[in-house]
């Protein structure tokens, strides 16, 4: 059924781009997750992923083990 | 600002921050190079990861080799942009009075990033950031491969600059020379190469927990640095209200004894001799006669130090005086009043004050 999802999510605790790097790094190496883009300056990370696969809170579980904190938002 | 202040906020600042941050992309690169058979023990309802990152670091004597060629080549790209950035302040340098002013607002520029690092949302806005495809760029150098991608990642590094990265690039612009901002941005990257090898590296995994805790830390030494510069830059405006005159002020401490206006020769001009020391001039406070033509001489003897370069702002002079040798400048028929000068990091200063 349909495409992949997009997910938004709130991210404190960066405090300079290598910091979305990272992020970006942890969560694209999750399966399902198609791409992730972190803005620093913004602490929002957009995830396109298969819901089916990785879930959200695997999301938040792979940003929070990466060394910062996020909650999902509305897009 | 001197190079020991920059070195310093690499080796606490800059270190930290780069170590924490810049040492998981590496990690993540030798990762792909050096892939792990699986993670071990994955969350309940957590997917498979495709590689394990961020895994213990693998006993390789090539990942030492890779961790160098990592330093290296953000040691080179920095440098290199220091040198660019000193060039272009070379080109907008006018004046004595205009590269004091640049100082200042590098570190009002570093005070803005602190503000943001230490959480002020007002200022989020105002922050310069690189753009996207940059970001994009770095990822795509770690994720190359080859042998050579440890240093392509560290080349590339110089695309995102951190808060601390950002306000040294300011002072290398500062510095108005290409050899100065090479050195502002060379001396700030080995400040952080000790704590990124201790820690980045050999202990990757623990950084995890301070990673997302750095802004503070950061922002606090940013503000430092911020707060550096600007004194630098009004010292090097030869204004009294500085780090140095406030401090004399809460001692009550006697400024030095300042030496006795020198005779005046028979042709009518007063000679007034200066060292530049290494460590500073001396005398560092010399009286003079106003409204006498005054011939200063600036004497060095083997000194390499920052104190070869003087700026004395009041008559819009600046010099790089010989390391051995005297350096012989016209100042005109002083008015009474005091006369700053200092050195070109305004980091050691001295004054002549002319009396009636």
Not at chain 2, 2 to 10: D, K
Not at chain 2, 72 to 97: E, T
Not at chain 2, 214 to 238: F, K, R
Not at chain 2, 254 to 272: E, F, L, M, N, S
Request: proline share 6%; aromatic share 4%; charged share 15%.
């Amino acid at each position: 059924m349909g495409g992949p999802d997009i997910l938004v999510f709130a991210v404190t605790g960066m405090h300079c781009a290598s910091c979305g790097l990272l992020i970006d790094d942890a969560v694209e190496e999750l399966d399902g997750v198609e791409r992730c883009q972190t803005d620093a300056r913004r602490g929002r990370t957009v995830v396109t992923t298969n819901l089916a696969v990785a879930t959200a809170d695997a999301i938040v579980a792979a940003i929070v083990e990466a060394g910062y904190q996020a909650e999902p938002v509305a897009g | 600002m001197s190079l020991w202040a920059v070195l310093l906020t690499g080796l606490f600042a800059g270190g930290t921050s780069c170590a924490a941050v810049q040492g998981g992309l590496l990690a993540g690169t030798l990762a792909r190079r050096h892939p792990e058979p699986a993670v071990t023990g994955p969350a309940k309802n957590r997917p498979q990861r495709k590689k394990a990152p961020f895994g213990p670091p693998p006993a390789r004597l090539d990942d030492a080799a890779a961790v160098g060629a990592f330093l290296g080549g953000k040691l080179a790209s920095h440098a290199l942009l220091g040198a660019g950035l000193g060039l272009a302040g070379d080109a907008l340098q006018i004046a004595p009075r205009v590269r004091a002013a640049m100082q200042i607002v590098a570190g009002l520029v570093m005070v803005l990033l602190a503000l943001n690092l230490l959480g002020l949302k007002a200022v989020r806005g105002l922050v310069p950031s690189p753009p996207a495809a940059w970001a994009r760029l770095v990822r795509r150098s770690g994720r190359w491969g080859g042998a050579l991608a440890p240093a392509a990642l560290g080349v590339a590094t110089v695309l995102i600059p951190c808060g601390v990265t950002l306000g040294m690039m300011f002072l290398a612009v500062a510095s108005g020379s290409p050899l100065a901002g090479a050195a502002v941005m060379a001396t700030f990257v080995i400040g952080t190469m000790p704590l990124f090898a201790l820690i980045g590296y050999a202990a990757r995994r623990s950084t995890t927990y301070v990673r997302g805790r750095l802004g503070p830390v950061t922002g606090a030494a940013v503000l430092l640095a911020g707060l550096l510069s600007i004194n630098a830059g009004l010292v090097l405006n030869g204004s009294s209200f500085t780090l140095a005159g406030v401090w004399r002020e809460v001692t009550k401490a006697t400024a030095a004894t300042p030496v006795a206006a020198p005779p005046v020769a028979a042709d009518g001009v007063q000679r007034i001799v200066i060292n530049a020391h290494p460590s500073g001039y001396s005398p560092s406070s010399v009286t003079a006669r106003a409204g006498v033509p005054t011939m200063l001489t600036l004497r060095t003897q083997n000194n390499l130090g920052c104190t070869r370069t003087i700026v004395m702002a009041s008559f819009g002079i600046q010099k790089l005086l010989p390391a051995t040798g005297d350096t012989e400048v016209d100042l005109g028929t002083l008015k009474p009043g005091t006369y700053r000068y200092t050195c070109g990091m305004g980091m050691y200063s001295g004054s002549i004050t002319a009396v009636a």
